[in-house]
């Protein structure tokens, strides 16, 4: 199941940890929550080695998981086929996984981390900007999450 709706995704996971990806042309950041989605755990990055190839290394070095979060730019306007990629990459981790995904914006991401590693040499910066950008997708849609609960923790106080 690949969807972009908050909670069917989080009805779909249930419970357990969840991994954020964020899929670049060369290297692939991953973050990892704690189990009880509150803050990120791990993050790493490897070397893109097709999208089969990158699924299946996710689910070896993170067995246990019960939903993937995949960052696209929702605001990406140009026509030059990474949309499609990230959807295919998406499709591939679905069918490899058999886990829910849930498509987030990240359209900001990696620029935000560049931002914040401005002062770090180009080796510096590329061995580290993947894999905080995935952390800063996780860590959005954490805080999503845990509004999201607040939320509807309070409506059914209110009942």
Same mark, same amino acid.
């Given at each position: 199941?690949?969807?972009?709706?908050?909670? %069917?995704?989080?009805?779909?996971?249930?419970?357990?940890?969840?991994?954020?990806?964020?899929?670049? %042309?060369?290297?692939?950041?991953?973050?990892?929550?704690?189990?009880?989605?509150?803050?990120?755990?791990?993050?790493?990055?490897?070397?893109?080695?097709?999208?089969?190839?990158?699924?299946?290394?996710?689910?070896?070095?993170?067995?246990?998981?019960?939903?993937?979060?995949?960052?696209?730019?929702?605001?990406?306007?140009?026509?030059?086929?990474?949309?499609?990629?990230?959807?295919?990459?998406? +499709?591939?981790?679905?069918?490899?996984?058999?886990?829910?995904?849930?498509? *987030?914006?990240?359209?900001?991401?990696?620029?935000?981390?560049?931002?914040?590693?401005?002062?770090?040499?180009?080796?510096?910066? %590329?061995?580290?900007?993947?894999?905080?950008?995935? *952390?800063?997708?996780?860590?959005?849609?954490? *805080?999503?999450?845990?509004?999201?609960?607040? *939320?509807? +923790?309070?409506?059914?106080?209110?009942?």
């Amino acid at each position: 199941m690949i969807t972009f709706d908050l909670q %069917k995704f989080l009805n779909a996971i249930g419970t357990g940890r969840v991994v954020s990806i964020d899929p670049g %042309k060369r290297t692939i950041g991953v973050a990892v929550s704690d189990p009880e989605l509150r803050y990120v755990q791990n993050y790493f990055q490897f070397t893109s080695r097709g999208r089969g190839a990158d699924a299946f290394h996710i689910m070896e070095v993170v067995p246990d998981f019960s939903g993937i979060i995949v960052g696209t730019p929702f605001s990406h306007t140009r026509d030059n086929g990474w949309l499609h990629s990230i959807d295919k990459f998406a +499709q591939k981790l679905s069918e490899v996984t058999k886990k829910p995904i849930l498509m *987030c914006d990240e359209s900001s991401s990696t620029s935000e981390v560049m931002v914040l590693l401005g002062s770090l040499s180009r080796s510096r910066q %590329k061995k580290w900007k993947d894999k905080i950008a995935a *952390c800063c997708i996780l860590e959005k849609t954490l *805080c999503t999450i845990m509004h999201y609960n607040l *939320c509807n +923790q309070r409506r059914l106080d209110s009942v």
